[in-house]
T-cell receptor
Framework: DSGVTQTPKHLITATGQRVTLRCSPR?????VYWYQQSLDQGLQFLIQ???????AKGNILERFSAQQFPDLHSELNLSSLELGDSALYFC???????????FGPGTRLTVL | AQTVTQSQPEMSVQEAETVTLSCTYD???????LFWYKQPPSRQMILVIR??????QNATENRFSVNFQKAAKSFSLKISDSQLGDAAMYFC????????????FGTGTRLTIIP
């Protein structure tokens, strides 16, 4: 158990819908990262938040957005879902830039 | 931009034997971190080992060790005394020490352990 929690574990929805994925980092970790793992794109960095502020953006679509709240949990919002958005979405956290990232169990999103 | 290449999509090894997984990377930075992550069927991403680029000594964690060749931009993972629980996807990952903190992953190597 990494100490990072993600909910829900599985999500099945239809094209065009909007979903929210939630992540709680390890106690004390200020940085949260979101990654997408899909069959065709592999593991890709989406976005990073540090203490409530966006710090870095990766290959995140405009239909996707994220935020980090004062209690440091983070949410990834995916809207206008397409079949290609079906993937495993990971959240990771770290206490400072020199330490390793600890991953949550992931949320498996299936878009039908 | 940094890239990570894992040229072995699949590998297999007999139980109790040794196997080496290959990884090469491309970067213009001099200071960075390299990691091997394991992803078993549960899909959890588990850190196996970490190497700081400024350290010449290769990292070791129990049965796992790396061969880090900075000039060649090579970072292989050696698993000794392979066990059935080692069966998983293994991902090599790069992270800058000074720039973006994101992890850049390779495409992974699926390791099968033969009893």
């Amino acid at each position: 158990d990494s100490g990072v929690t993600q909910t829900p574990k599985h999500l099945i929805t239809a094209t065009g819908q909007r979903v929210t994925l939630r992540c709680s980092p390890r106690s004390g970790d200020l940085s949260v990262y979101w990654y997408q793992q899909s069959l065709d794109q592999g593991l890709q960095f989406l976005i990073q938040y540090y203490n409530g502020e966006e710090r870095a953006k990766g290959n995140i679509l405009e239909r996707f957005s994220a935020q980090q709240f004062p209690d440091l949990h983070s949410e990834l919002n995916l809207s206008s879902l397409e079949l290609g958005d079906s993937a495993l979405y990971f959240c990771a956290s770290t206490s400072h830039r020199d330490s390793e990232q600890f991953f949550g169990p992931g949320t498996r999103l299936t878009v039908l | 931009a940094q890239t990570v290449t894992q040229s072995q999509p699949e590998m297999s090894v007999q139980e109790a034997e040794t196997v080496t997984l290959s990884c090469t990377y491309d970067t213009s930075e001099s200071d960075y971190y390299l990691f091997w992550y394991k992803q078993p069927p549960s899909r959890q991403m588990i850190l196996v080992i970490r190497q700081e680029a400024y350290k010449q000594q290769n990292a070791t964690e129990n049965r796992f060790s790396v061969n880090f060749q900075k000039a060649a931009k090579s970072f292989s993972l050696k698993i000794s005394d392979s066990q059935l629980g080692d069966a998983a996807m293994y991902f090599c990952a790069y992270r800058s020490a000074s720039g973006n903190e994101k992890l850049t992953f390779g495409t992974g190597t699926r390791l099968t352990i033969i009893p």
